[in-house]
C-alpha cells in the first residue's frame, strides 16, 4: 500500500510544479508614432469627396502584458490634422491581439474634437486598426513600434464630416535616431575615450655580417 502511494504523490508534486502560476509582473509599456498618409474626406455624410495630406501623432500605453502572445489593453491619445485645413485632438482605449509573434493588430476607438475655420469646434467618434511590428520590450517600459493604420472618423456636429485615413506608423525612436547620429558626428568623440595614437613600426634587425 505505501509503495503505491509513493507515485501518486510524486506525480501530484510534479503537476504542483507545472501548473502553479508564475509570479511575472505586467509591467506597462508605452509607445508613440508619427502617422503619414491620405484621408479620405467629405462632409453631409458624403464619403470620400477629397483626398488630403494625413499628418498627426499617436502614442499609447497598454496594459496587462508580460509578453508577446498577452493580449493588452489601455488608453491612447492623439494630435492630428488633415490638409492642414482643420486640427484634431483625441483619446481612447486601445486593445492589442496577439495574431503573430511581434506583429500585433491593435483596435481602437475613441473620441475627438476637431476645430477648422468653416465649422468651429465639433465632436466625432473614431475607430482605427493598426498592423504592424509591436514586440514586448522586457527591460523597459517602451516598445517600439511600426506599421500602417487605418481609420474611420464620424463628426458629430454640424458639418457631418467624415474621414477614411490610410497611413503608415513610424515609431518616433525610429524617427530620431538620424539625428541622434547627426549630433554625435558633430560633438566628435567623448573626451572620457582613449585617444587613439600612431605607433611606429618596430626596427628591422640588422643583418649580420659574419665572420671577415
Do not use: C
Request: glycine share 12%; hydrophobic share 45%.
Amino acid at each position: 500500500m505505501a509503495t503505491a502511494r509513493h507515485p501518486a504523490v510524486l506525480m501530484a508534486a510534479l503537476l504542483g510544479i507545472v501548473l502553479a502560476p508564475r509570479t511575472v509582473h505586467a509591467e506597462p509599456q508605452a509607445s508613440a508614432g508619427v502617422t503619414l498618409g491620405v484621408a479620405g474626406a467629405g462632409v453631409e455624410r458624403r464619403f470620400w469627396d477629397s483626398t488630403l495630406f494625413h499628418a498627426g501623432l499617436r502614442g499609447d500605453v497598454l496594459f496587462g502584458r508580460t509578453g508577446n502572445d498577452d493580449l493588452g489593453a489601455g488608453p491612447y491619445a492623439e494630435l492630428l490634422t488633415h490638409g492642414f485645413d482643420d486640427l484634431q485632438v483625441g483619446a481612447g482605449v486601445s486593445a492589442l491581439a496577439p495574431i503573430l509573434d511581434s506583429f500585433p493588430l491593435i483596435l481602437s476607438t475613441g473620441i475627438y474634437g476637431r476645430w477648422s475655420d468653416a465649422h468651429g469646434l465639433e465632436p466625432g467618434v473614431a475607430a482605427a486598426l493598426f498592423w504592424g511590428a509591436r514586440s514586448h520590450n522586457f527591460h523597459a517600459p517602451y516598445g517600439m513600434s511600426t506599421g500602417v493604420q487605418a481609420q474611420m472618423r464620424l463628426g458629430l456636429g454640424a458639418s457631418k464630416e467624415t474621414a477614411i485615413v490610410l497611413a503608415a506608423q513610424l515609431d518616433v525612436a525610429l524617427l530620431g535616431l538620424p539625428f541622434v547620429f547627426l549630433i554625435n558626428a558633430i560633438k566628435g568623440p567623448s573626451s572620457e575615450a582613449a585617444p587613439v595614437r600612431r605607433t611606429e613600426p618596430a626596427p628591422r634587425p640588422r643583418a649580420d655580417p659574419g665572420p671577415r
